[in-house]
Structures are given as C-alpha cells and as structure tokens.
T-cell receptor, first 115, second 114 residues
Framework: AQSVAQPEDQVNVAEGNPLTVKCTYS??????LFWYVQYPNRGLQFLLK??????LVKGSYGFEAEFNKSQTSFHLKKPSALVSDSALYFC?????????????FGRGTSLIVHP | EPEVTQTPSHQVTQMGQEVILRCVPI?????FYWYRQILGQKVEFLVS????????KSEIFDDQFSVERPDGSNFTLKIRSTKLEDSAMYFC????????????FGPGTRLTVL
C-alpha cells in the first residue's frame, strides 16, 4: 500500500527566509509525486509534480521540490517566503505498479509566514 | 484559465436525507474524481470515473454513494441517506488523462449533516 507522511503539522517562517515543507513516501514501483496548496475555503491547487527526469522540479509561485530516491523524500522548498504563501500544503504520491491510478495524500502541513 | 466548478458551496441536510453534489469538470478532461476531506483531516479518495463508468473506488464509497455524468458537462455525487459522519468537504477533480496527469480540483462543497 502506498503512503505519504508529512511529519510537521505546522511550519513557521519569517518573510524573506527560505522555507521547507517535508514529505516522505512509500510506494510500489517508481513514484509519481505531487504538491498541492489549499488556501482557506478553496480547493486544492496544483503546484508541481515529479514524474521522471531531473530530481529538482520547479513549479508555480517560485516553489520547487527535490526528489530524493534514497531517502524516499520530496520536500517542498522556496528560497524566500512571502506572507501570501501562508496556506495548507499537501503532498501526494502514487506508485507505478499495482494498477491503481489514484494518489494518496498526506495529512497536510500548515505553513505560516510571519511579516 | 479553465477551472473545475462545484455547486452548491455549502449544503446543510438532515440525517437520512439524500443529497446531490454537482461538479462541472474542465471541458476537455476525460477522467473525473471525487474526494472528501473531513475537517482537520487529510484528503481521501472516493471514486474515479471514466467513459461513463467507475474505474476505481475506495472502501469509503459504499452503497450509499453513487456517481453519474447525466449530460456532457455535469458530474454528480449522490449520497442516498446521509449520516452524521458524511459531514465533510467534498472535492471534485478532473484530469485529461490518467496516471501521471495532474488532477485539477474544484473549490469544494461543504456538506453539513445535522
């Protein structure tokens, strides 16, 4: 069975500082990995994904994520946080064996960027 | 930019009543999904739908749930007899293809069962 862990319920960072939101996963086969952001009273908004190729993936709003196969991680990063980045972030994974096309989501990490 | 829309934004119902949640996926997408998110918990997959039939469903998607694409644009989730524990945000999503393709989510319907 595939699973996702987001070990931090909340991440606090000062505006202008770099941010990292952690995600580790477990799947059968190679992983497809996704990050979504959820603003209050809104649906999930796609940020970026890793399918294959370069381990560093760049996405929307200056976010990037690094796929690390040996550590089974896909941490979300941004060099300089904005107050407007404050939201709930979800990591999702699906494997490439077993026949299921459905991603499994993590519990979410609340990112709070302080002015 | 095209987006997934959902109606209503908030539905309040009495336990035991039937509800229908509506979604309009992105027009050229072929795969449709429903997810739910109980308050403070993670997003959970309910069902996927392609070519007018269910392709996958989770254990949550029991006989009380059904999905339908009644016309060329709408995709609905019906809960036949709601329970208190059905209270959650329900998200519709669509994708152009399956697998590695990105799923685009609607804003959700908040269902409150009293």
């Amino acid at each position: 069975a595939q699973s996702v862990a987001q070990p931090e319920d909340q991440v606090n960072v000062a505006e202008g500082n770099p941010l990292t939101v952690k995600c580790t996963y477990s799947v059968s086969g190679n992983p497809y990995l996704f990050w979504y952001v959820q603003y209050p009273n809104r649906g999930l908004q796609f940020l970026l994904k890793y399918i294959t190729g370069d381990n560093l993936v760049k996405g929307s709003y200056g976010f990037e994520a690094e796929f690390n196969k040996s550590q089974t991680s896909f941490h979300l990063k941004k060099p300089s946080a904005l107050v407007s980045d404050s939201a709930l972030y979800f990591c999702a994974v699906r494997g490439t064996s077993g026949g299921s096309y459905i991603p499994t989501f993590g519990r979410g990490t609340s990112l709070i960027v302080h002015p | 930019e095209p987006e997934v829309t959902q109606t209503p934004s908030h539905q309040v119902t009495q336990m035991g009543q039937e509800v229908i949640l509506r979604c309009v996926p992105i027009s050229n997408h072929l795969y449709f999904y429903w997810y739910r998110q109980i308050l403070g918990q993670k997003v959970e997959f309910l069902v996927s739908f392609y070519n007018n039939e269910i392709s996958e469903k989770s254990e949550i998607f029991d006989d009380q749930f059904s999905v339908e694409r009644p016309d060329g644009s709408n995709f609905t989730l019906k809960i036949r007899s709601t329970k208190l524990e059905d209270s959650a945000m329900y998200f519709c999503a669509s994708s152009e293809r399956e697998g590695q393709d990105t799923q685009y989510f609607g804003p959700g319907t908040r269902l409150t069962v009293l």
